[in-house]
């Protein structure tokens, strides 16, 4: 088999921090992959809440086609290029945010938030530097966002972390309050954490922190990585909470597969930014920036955002049906297409299993399975994607 080949190789030449499943993809289509020896899957991951629009996107392809037929990809930020101009406008637009920063991933985005919350703070006292996180977050894996990351596995043996951080638990608003000093110039948050195992925010804790953060000349920053850009079945978490942050960190989605990541501001957020203080040499690059106004142009068509609450309702009443028959289900929990499923036993082998008979799930933790589909997913794949599933839960004979 092709796979093994792949693998072998992959195993010998890959520095060895992933522990990947024994799975080489090699092509897609609409919210099916297929692997280098040519047997398909339903796709519930696209590339952790990365592949929006699906495979071999005709729109997607068509756009980026155009850019690369320019012979032009990337022309740094000496200059300016039309495609980033537009995505920013779109961003903006859709966000309800004044102006918009580029970077190339979720990790780069955090990092340019706090250098942002930070100089903010800092520029009304020197001391206002502290920021506020969540346990159970995620952030990402450089030194910033893994220091504002709220579980230590991830900072285990990289010490020393950035100074200045304090964790409080998830949707608990007491505690944060309690954390807040007049040191405090930030607090980040997820509106759903994703990693963290599937969990929404209540939408009165977001409101606690936007008056805390009001009440204390604090920024709210919220991490939309993975649950913004039209999962939760708005352009934006926030717009699902109808609780405005001052910055918003989005990536993943934002080029459906090409890299791309960006934080969004607004008011005094949006001007904090000056020349040299932050930048990155591929953030909005001209492929980048038109793979994101093809994914902006349908997070601003309300028939697409109609597909995923139709596509979220599916999903949501099969994994009911799941929870009612399954006893070692939990929990069903999520919003719209970021969904998870809580379970009294280690997922993992059932993971494993459902990619044996042609589904892809991904884990949040040891006990949750996680539910990022392609937002173009129809009933009928979650259909086949739950039938699996099923059967794959109504086999297990180890419990
Ligand atoms: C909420 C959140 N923030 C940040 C990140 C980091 O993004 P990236 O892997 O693109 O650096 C992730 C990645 O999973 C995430 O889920």
């Known amino acids: 088999m092709k796979s093994m080949r792949v693998i072998e190789q992959g195993n010998k030449v890959f520095m060895n921090n992933y522990a990947q499943f024994p799975l080489v993809l090699h092509s897609g289509k609409g919210s099916t992959v297929f692997d280098v020896d040519g047997k398909s899957y339903v796709d519930m991951v696209a590339g952790i809440a990365v592949n929006i629009l699906g495979y071999d996107n005709q729109e997607l392809n068509t756009a980026l086609m155009k850019t690369i037929e320019r012979g032009l990809f990337h022309c740094s930020n000496l200059y300016w290029n039309e495609q980033a101009v537009e995505a920013a406008g779109r961003i903006a637009s859709l966000g309800e945010m004044d102006r918009v920063f580029f970077c190339n991933s979720g990790t780069e985005a955090i990092e340019a938030a706090i250098k942002l919350v930070r100089k903010a703070g800092s520029a009304k006292d020197p001391k206002k530097t502290d920021i506020i996180t969540m346990e159970h977050s995620f952030h990402g894996r450089t030194y910033g966002s893994m220091t504002a990351t709220g579980q230590t596995k991830y900072q285990k043996g990289f010490a ?103 934080i969004a501001a607004h008011g005094t957020a949006a001007l904090v930014f000056e020349p040299g203080d932050h930048a990155a040499t591929f953030g909005g690059n001209l492929l980048s920036a038109t793979a994101a106004n093809v994914v902006l142009s349908k997070l601003a068509d309300k028939r697409f955002l109609q597909h995923v609450h139709t596509g979220a309702a599916q999903l949501h009443k099969r994994l009911m049906q799941l929870k009612e028959r399954f006893s070692f289900i939990t929990d069903v929990r999520g919003v719209a297409l970021m969904m998870g499923i809580e379970l009294s036993i280690p997922v993992k082998p059932i993971i494993s299993e459902c990619m044996e008979h042609g589904l892809l799930v991904a884990p949040s933790g040891t006990n949750v399975i996680r539910f990022v589909p392609p937002l173009v997913i129809t009933c009928e794949e979650i259909d086949r994607a739950i039938d699996i599933l099923s059967d794959v839960l109504s086999s297990i004979t180890y419990l």
């Open 160 to 262: 020393p972390i950035l100074p200045g951080f304090s964790y409080a638990p998830f949707n608990d608003i007491e505690k944060v309050t309690s954390l807040v000093t007049e040191r405090t110039c930030a607090i980040i948050v997820e509106p759903v954490q994703g990693e963290g195992g599937i969990v929404p925010a209540d939408k009165a804790f977001l409101k606690g922190l936007r008056t805390l953060c009001d009440t204390h000349d604090m920024l709210l920053v919220y991490d939309e990585v993975q649950c913004g850009l039209g999962r939760t079945g708005y352009p934006f978490a926030w717009q699902a909470y109808q609780v405005k942050p001052d910055v918003i960190a989005m990536a993943k989605a934002l080029g459906s597969g090409i890299p791309m990541g960006a």
